[in-house]
């Protein structure tokens, strides 16, 4: 009699599992544990051992399984983790392409600043003899400069005019600070603050072309710029007329 209720709890156990398995899929793991416990506990133990074996083979291959899904989902997380480390590491990379692309355009467009402002200076303001009046072309090149120098922090416009060596020399000092002032004038009239223009005169001083020389004395009278910072020490030494 509890031969045939072993037998009867046996084919129970059987008939449960391989219901249970078939409805719900259970897991291959499950399945093979639950097999090969129940192999080896009927072994061991008899009826007995066979049922025992199952469940602990059953719940072995559940375990299996589990640990199994683990390993994939931590395999998963990881790719995942590794694929935004990528994302990030070429986000960061077109970061610094992107700085470094707005680094060179800055630095270009300083230089093209400054070579601007190095052709405007290039061009000396000259004059007729015994003339001092500023205008045409010579107003255009004066207003480029001011648009340049007038948005430079700091930046001063010293002008220092000449004369050649016609005429007295009260007459050519005269004459000279005259053809500076109407350089300033054409500054102030393109937008350069006042403030920050200086202005010197050196009459005929520098001339060095003889009365002779037309084309000499003609590269004489003119007003030379320069740009210099505000905080020059010169800047008072240099003044003669503001």
């Known amino acids: 009699m509890k031969s045939k209720v072993i037998v ?5 156990v059987l008939a449960t599992s391989g219901w249970a398995a078939e409805k719900n899929r259970a897991p291959k793991e499950e399945s ?3 097999g090969s416990g129940a192999a080896i506990g009927a072994i061991a133990g008899g009826p007995v051992g066979f049922i025992v074996g199952a469940a602990f ?3 072995l291959g559940d375990r299996f399984h ?3 899904s683990e390993r994939r989902a931590a395999d998963q997380r990881s790719a995942e983790a590794a694929d935004k480390a990528d994302s990030l590491q070429r986000l960061l ?3 610094e392409q992107a700085v ?3 680094d060179a355009a800055l630095y270009n467009e300083r230089v093209a600043h400054r070579q601007d402002v190095q052709e405007a200076l290039s061009v000396e303001v000259f004059f007729r003899t015994e003339a001092s009046g500023v205008g045409g072309a010579s107003e255009e090149r004066l207003a480029k400069l001011a648009s340049l120098v ?7 416009i010293r002008l220092e005019g000449h004369a050649d060596v016609r005429g007295t020399e009260e007459f050519n000092a005269a004459l000279s600070t005259a053809r500076a002032e109407a350089v300033r004038a054409a500054l102030i009239r393109a937008g350069m603050p006042a403030e920050r223009i200086i202005i010197s005169a050196a009459g005929e001083a520098d001339s060095l072309a003889a009365e002779q020389d037309a084309e000499g004395m003609a590269l004489e009278r003119r007003v030379q710029m320069r740009i210099v ?3 020059d020490t010169s800047r008072v030494a240099q003044q003669s007329v503001e």
Do not use: C, Q, T, Y
């Open 229 to 231: 910072d505000l905080n």
């Open 57 to 59: 083979g059953g719940w």
């Open 32 to 34: 093979i544990g639950l």
């Open 150 to 156: 007038e948005p430079i922090d700091g930046a001063v």
């Open 93 to 95: 990379a077109a970061s």
């Open 8 to 12: 009867f709890l046996v084919s129970s």
């Open 66 to 68: 589990h640990e199994r």
């Open 100 to 102: 470094a692309e707005k």
